[in-house]
């Protein structure tokens, strides 16, 4: 596994733009999710420096170069920029990483990782005004005719 540290300044009136181009960069990655690549991306709190971590599985090249959204996001950089570019090759020592995949039933069927499977429930709860309660129904007899179960209710 390669890991990669990548700092950049940017200039004041640039940090807005350059945080919704890397929003913009991650809805694509997440929509290719190409093989062998984990990657983030970070603020740090003095708001115009960004921090990205990039790390990639062993044997697998680089795919960012062949995504035309990243060639992009470059070429914007570079009006952005405030300072030299900082890159630093990084020892992992230990990591953790929850994969989410979560299922529905409508679509889209699948969403994978924490931001979608959290921006897909806040999208749900913004659709209720109110309270969202709950009541327990109790079954006597669930059989599985076939592929699906049936539920019949206690009396």
Do not use: C
């Amino acid at each position: 596994m390669s890991v990669m540290m990548v700092r950049q300044k940017v200039k004041d009136g640039s940090v807005e733009e350059a945080e919704a181009a890397a929003r913009e960069l991650f809805e694509t990655l997440n929509r290719l999710r190409p093989e062998g690549l984990r990657y983030a991306s970070t603020r740090v709190v003095d708001g115009s420096t960004f921090v990205a971590l990039v790390e990639l599985a062993d044997g697998i090249e680089d795919p960012r170069p062949a995504i035309p959204e990243y060639l992009r996001f470059l070429e914007q950089l570079k009006g952005w920029v405030d300072g030299p570019l900082l890159i630093e090759r990084l020892d992992v020592v230990g990591s953790y990483s929850p994969d989410i995949v979560y299922y529905d039933v409508v679509p889209p069927l699948q969403f994978v990782g924490a931001a979608d499977v959290r921006r897909n429930f806040m999208r749900w709860f913004d659709e209720y005004d109110g309270p969202i309660g709950q009541r327990l129904i109790t079954h006597e007899h669930i059989s599985m005719p076939g592929t699906w179960p049936l539920a019949q209710p206690a009396d």
